[in-house]
């Protein structure tokens, strides 16, 4: 039996790490605390975020890196009958589809270096979720369950018809809600696996209590993009420094009023929508067709369902070491060699996936 006081402890170890996805920044100590409404950028192609010169820059170790280093190119996708407009980054040209969800708070970018390490055998499409990174939705702050749902279908939609290819949905924290969700709801005909990081239902759930006080009392003003790298890396919420070189400009906006940074994503006005990300997320995750792998960065987060599915066999788990919430970015190595070596073992996409050191697999038949 747990303690009340383990309990806790769990709970907001959790709450933490649910925190630092609403926006992979630490707060500076020069900086301000005051909470307040921005316009949204409009800017279709802008990695970086539009500013004036900056006067000084605290060490080129913490200079933005561009996102064509990783990616090969970026698309706007609009959706037929709206004015939505979801922004994606590709990369490859062969296999299978890797479908990147991130978290929130977060942006496609957060994918950038295991993208990178992945293009040579599958094809990565990482998108911005709706009132996030470059991203353009008639209502930004429709963050239910249901509305990011419908977005990811009528992308998938949107870009490759009625006949899609294999896609494996890959979704981090938030985003890998989304993923359950639209995995659950067999939405996509061609959908062919599911990798979910760092999210249970269970522990989730119980840290929603600790949210909004952590969201609230975040830092929200930045002087430079330069000095939101510097304390994402040394606050802890993200552990390589290259990755948020190219994952944090994105998730910031310039504001001209206050001369300053402050984040894209205003999650702290969309908590009616929280436990409609978590509630009953095993469940759907257990009984979601298709072979499944959850990633952990710790062995406490994983509730009474999942272990019982777990030692039943209906997925395959793996906790990843040395890393923080976002694993994807912390360890992208060993993050592309798990999606990679899910993908080979499942015989996944129509030619399969040949990766060096493993026995070629067998070819598989497109997915009906």
Not at 34 to 62: D, G, M, N, V, W
Not at 238 to 254: D, F, G, H
Request: proline share 5%.
């Amino acid at each position: 039996m747990i303690r009340s006081s383990e309990l806790l402890r769990i709970e907001k170890k959790e709450a933490i790490a649910i925190a630092m996805e609403s926006s992979s920044l630490t707060s500076l100590p020069e900086e301000t605390t005051e909470h307040q409404q921005h316009p949204q950028s409009l800017s279709a192609f802008a990695s970086i975020p539009a500013r004036p010169p900056t006067q000084s820059t605290p060490s080129q170790k913490y200079s933005p890196l561009d996102w064509l280093s990783y990616f090969d190119e970026e698309d706007d996708i609009s959706i037929p009958e709206s004015d939505d407009v979801f922004h994606v980054y590709k990369a490859g040209k062969e296999g299978p589809v890797v479908l990147c969800l991130h978290g929130g708070g977060y942006t496609g970018l957060s994918f950038s270096l295991s993208a990178s390490l992945m293009k040579e055998k599958v094809r990565v499409v990482a998108m911005d979720l709706r009132g996030h990174g470059k991203s353009i939705a008639e209502n930004e702050l429709d963050l239910s369950i249901e509305t990011m749902c419908n977005d990811v279908v009528a992308v998938v939609k949107a870009m490759y018809g009625d006949s899609p290819p294999a896609i494996v949905l890959v979704g981090h924290s938030m985003g890998g809600s989304v993923a359950v969700h639209v995995a659950a709801s067999k939405a996509i005909s061609t959908l062919a696996g599911l990798i979910v990081i760092d999210v249970v239902e269970g522990t989730a759930l119980a840290s929603l209590i600790h949210m909004q006080k952590i969201l609230s009392s975040r830092v929200q003003h930045f002087s430079s993009i330069e000095k939101a790298i510097e304390w994402s890396v040394k606050g802890g919420s993200l552990r390589n420094i290259e990755s948020a070189r190219v994952s944090i400009p994105p998730t910031l906006k310039y504001d001209d009023s206050k001369k300053c940074y402050v984040h894209r994503a205003q999650l702290v006005e969309t908590e009616k929508y929280w436990r409609g990300w978590y509630e009953g997320l095993s469940e759907k995750f257990l009984s979601s067709p298709v072979p499944k792998l959850l990633l952990l960065a710790g062995t406490d987060r994983l509730d009474r369902a999942l272990t019982i599915g777990q030692m039943q066999g209906k997925f395959q788990m793996v906790v990843v070491k040395h890393t923080g919430h976002a694993i994807q970015e912390d360890v992208p190595d060993e993050f592309a060699n798990l999606v990679l070596n899910f993908i080979s073992r499942n015989r996944i996409g129509p030619r399969g996936v040949e990766i060096p050191g493993l026995r070629r697999p067998f070819q598989s038949q497109p997915l009906k």
